[in-house]
């Protein structure tokens, strides 16, 4: 892939109910569901794909919905917050868009030079949109309920609230290509060469706090590798680390390797391809029907009964 300069891949998200969080991230904020599946360790659950027009790595959220789950609270040791880079001239349009969906948020307020609005999800996950002229350029989908000119155009970034920010910084420099450019008070902003998902903050905590997982809380973030070989040479420096990633695991949309950062957070490395696109025909068969991995295929039939339905 031409842009490919690392970034960020993914963000993996634990969620209330599958109907509630489709409507937000489709209807409301605009994004294209591009791969329906299960959790490959829960294959009663869902694992649901959105994303900007193509599935572009850097533009996928992806959820966990569990309906039962309880309100996570957010601690340090794990990513606290989701940004999305939307074209520098959109700010009027979001105010009006999230006043008209009854999404409360803050701001514009600047942060790294930059206009923020903060809101949260319907599990009152953070969330920002970042008017960035960086993404005036890149792509947003066509066919999005938010006007192309408008839309999401994939990750700004993440931001990480940890004690150990320095063994994490490092990590970010030396794995996953990332370089520190800025700081402001307790933040400290690393960039990648990507052209979206391309930032990470670093917020420093003086102390440890014990959140509690459930819905709202990140579950983890994956970086990209361009290939397996990248992948596997990622993984060569996590080892150097003195941290102990798992082996190359085939998601099928993409290979997984994932570990903890000093500090707990659960950091991925996946790769670039195959993709969203692969698992389907035609391009616009993209998260229609339910993607399940061939050993599962034999319990579709089961899966689908338990499964709630999603509506359009
Ligand atoms: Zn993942």
Redesign the pocket.
């Known amino acids: 892939m031409s842009d490919h300069q690392k970034g960020i891949h ?1 963000i ?1 998200i634990l969620s209330g109910d599958a109907q509630v969080n489709y409507d937000f991230y489709v209807k409301k904020l605009g994004l294209r569901m591009v791969l329906k599946s299960v959790n490959q360790d829960d294959p009663g659950t869902y694992h649901l794909f959105y994303a900007n027009g193509a599935g572009k790595p850097g533009s996928s959220i ?1 959820f966990f919905p569990w309906p039962m789950a309880h309100q996570g609270i957010p601690g340090t040791g794990e990513a606290v917050a989701v940004s999305f880079a939307v074209p520098s001239g959109s700010i009027d349009y979001w105010k009006k868009r999230l006043q008209d969906e009854g999404i409360e948020f803050g701001g514009p307020e600047k942060r790294f030079g930059l206009d923020v609005i903060t809101f949260r999800d319907p599990d009152k996950m953070m969330l920002e949109l970042v008017f960035d002229p960086a993404a005036d350029a890149v792509e947003a989908w066509k066919d999005a309920t938010v006007p192309a000119g408008h839309g999401i155009r994939g990750f700004w970034g993440t931001t990480i609230r940890i004690v150990e920010s320095e063994e994490t910084i490092a990590l970010l420099e030396d794995v996953f290509g990332f370089r520190k450019t800025e700081e402001e008070g307790n933040l400290t902003l690393l960039k990648s060469g990507s052209e979206i998902g391309h930032s990470v903050i670093i917020e420093k905590a003086e102390r440890h706090e014990h959140g509690k997982n459930g819905r709202g809380i990140i579950h ?1 973030v ?1 970086f990209r590798a361009k290939d397996e070989d990248e992948e596997l040479e990622m993984r060569r420096k996590v080892v150097e680390h003195g941290l102990q990633p798992t082996n190359v695991i085939d ?1 099928h949309v993409f290979k ?1 390797v994932y570990f903890r950062s000093p500090g707990g957070v659960l950091f ?1 490395i ?1 790769t670039d391809g195959p993709g969203y696109r692969s698992v389907v025909e035609r391009e616009e068969d993209m998260g229609k029907n339910l993607f399940l991995p061939e050993w599962l295929e034999p319990r579709r039939e089961y899966i689908e009964s338990i499964l709630p339905g999603i509506r359009d």
């Open positions: 993914h993996t992806t983890h994956a998601r997984s991925e996946a």
